[in-house]
């Protein structure tokens, strides 16, 4: 047995990831060794995970480590051979340091980057196959100690048979134990769903490819799941129309109160009425001003309208034969213009509201 460190790589990996580590302590960031660095010095197997993923500058710096022995750090200390004289500025590497790096196989479906051909020559290559029948029957009762090992044995069968035809080229998704790994887990926690709808988790993506999904189906039928394929296991509906009918006719309805109605007792107010005249206007000449002689414009003649009080509004307005009649509000009056275009105009207002006996809004309704 021997002490191990982890890294995981991915398409983020930086060169000074794999050799400084940033830790937050007491509301401070602290800077430490990296697993790399901590597995070098004390003669530990470090363990570099998914190294397809890291871009390919990344994973080449470790190659003057696997040939050399030597590597140089982010914060100026480097990594000398085995056997080195030790320095403040230097690591030697310890005699049972040891490196494991894992990656998938270059292409589909994984997309990783080229990495044997960076790191491939300096490296002893072993390929991990999928576990056996026993392994793997094995493997999903430690997940899902509970399931019987008939679920078990049925899902070993369906995955074995699957690999088999990636194999041979027939499906071009290689099927790991992982799929195997995330359908009994499912399983195990939600047995009332079946184990079709857990394998639903896993293999939902591959039932838009009718061909494909006919081929897997093909393969779980045949070890005992009971996977449907599309169309099955939806039953038909079948109805018939009621024959035409005429409606009876309509029968008239009436309504009597159980007791008489009573109109309630009228309210009766008192209102005064209180004499008024229209007042006396008032007569003030109105000058208009021609506006050809300035400008070239199709207007005659203009004069101001000025509504009477700061508030006046002018909300209506009408012509005939020469006089034009405004209405407006702010005190509420009526002015008229005699005249407005032949010299001269006069206006003559008239304040309607001055002694009104009811009260006028400041806007007409």
Same mark, same amino acid.
């Given at each position: 047995?021997?002490?191990?460190?982890?890294?995981?790589?991915?398409?983020?990996?930086t060169?000074?990831?794999?050799?400084v580590?940033a830790d937050?302590?007491?509301?401070k960031v602290?800077?430490?060794d990296?697993?790399?660095?901590k597995?070098?010095?004390?003669?530990?197997?470090?363990?570099?995970?998914?190294?397809?993923?890291?871009p390919?500058?990344v994973?080449?710096?470790?190659?003057?480590?696997?040939?050399?022995?030597t590597?140089?750090?982010?914060? /100026?200390?480097?990594?000398?051979p085995? !056997?080195?004289?030790?320095?403040?500025? =230097?690591?030697?590497?310890h @005699?049972?340091? *040891? &490196?494991?790096m894992?990656?998938?196989?270059p292409?589909?479906?994984?997309?990783?980057?080229?990495?044997?051909?960076?790191?491939?020559?300096?490296?002893?290559?072993?390929?991990?196959?999928n576990?056996?029948?026993?392994?793997?029957r094995?493997?999903?009762?430690?997940?899902?100690p509970?399931?019987?090992?008939?679920?078990?044995?049925?899902?070993?069968?369906s995955?074995?048979a699957?690999?088999?035809?990636?194999?041979?080229?027939?499906?071009?998704?290689p099927?790991?134990a992982?799929?195997?790994?995330?359908?009994?887990k499912?399983?195990?926690?939600?047995?009332?769903?079946?184990l079709v709808?857990?394998?639903?988790?896993?293999?939902?993506?591959d039932?838009?490819?009718?061909?494909?999904w006919?081929?897997l189906?093909?393969v779980?039928?045949?070890? /005992?799941?009971?996977?449907?394929?599309? !169309?099955?296991?939806?039953?038909?509906? =079948?109805?018939d129309?009621? @024959?035409?009918? *005429? &409606?009876?006719?309509a029968v008239?309805l009436?309504m009597?109160p159980?007791?008489?109605l009573?109109?309630?007792p009228?309210?009766?107010?008192?209102?005064s009425?209180?004499?008024?005249?229209?007042?006396?206007p008032?007569?003030?000449?109105?000058?208009?001003e021609?506006?050809?002689i300035?400008?070239?414009?199709?207007?005659?003649?203009?004069?101001?309208?000025?509504p009477p009080?700061?508030?006046?509004?002018?909300?209506?307005?009408?012509?005939?034969?020469g006089t034009i009649?405004?209405?407006?509000?702010?005190?509420?009056?009526l002015?008229?213009?005699?005249?407005?275009?032949?010299g001269?105009s006069t206006?003559?207002?008239?304040?309607?509201?001055?002694?009104?006996?009811?009260?006028?809004?400041?806007?007409?309704?």
């Open positions: 047995r021997a002490e191990r460190e982890y890294v995981q790589m991915h398409r983020d990996s060169a000074s990831s794999l050799t580590k937050l302590r007491g509301g602290v800077w430490e990296s697993p790399l660095v597995a070098v010095k004390n003669g530990r197997i470090l363990i570099l995970d998914e190294v397809d993923k890291a390919t500058e994973v080449g710096i470790l190659k003057q480590l696997v040939e050399r022995g590597m140089s750090l982010s914060d /100026g200390r480097s990594i000398t085995v !056997g080195s004289a030790p320095s403040p500025n =230097t690591i030697p590497t @005699p049972d340091f *040891a &490196l494991i894992l990656a998938n196989r292409g589909y479906p994984f997309h990783g980057n080229d990495f044997f051909a960076t790191l491939g020559s300096c490296l002893r290559a072993r390929f991990v196959h576990p056996g029948p026993d392994s793997e094995e493997l999903l009762k430690g997940y899902a509970g399931v019987s090992d008939d679920v078990v044995d049925r899902l070993v069968r995955f074995e699957l690999r088999g035809l990636a194999a041979e080229g027939d499906i071009s998704y099927y790991s992982r799929e195997a790994i995330e359908a009994i499912h399983y195990a926690a939600f047995p009332s769903d079946g709808s857990a394998l639903d988790n896993v293999l939902d993506y039932k838009h490819d009718d061909e494909a006919a081929r189906a093909k779980f039928r045949e070890n /005992g799941v009971p996977v449907m394929l599309k !169309g099955e296991g939806r039953k038909e509906t =079948t109805f129309v009621k @024959p035409f009918e *005429a &409606l009876p006719d008239e009436a009597s159980s007791k008489p009573q109109a309630p009228p309210e009766v107010t008192s209102l009425v209180k004499q008024w005249s229209l007042p006396s008032t007569v003030t000449p109105t000058p208009s021609s506006s050809r300035d400008a070239f414009t199709h207007e005659v003649k203009s004069f101001p309208v000025h009080g700061p508030y006046g509004k002018a909300v209506g307005m009408t012509s005939r034969k009649s405004v209405l407006t509000t702010g005190p509420v009056s002015a008229r213009y005699d005249n407005p275009v032949v001269t206006r003559t207002v008239y304040d309607v509201e001055d002694g009104a006996p009811f009260y006028l809004p400041a806007r007409p309704p």
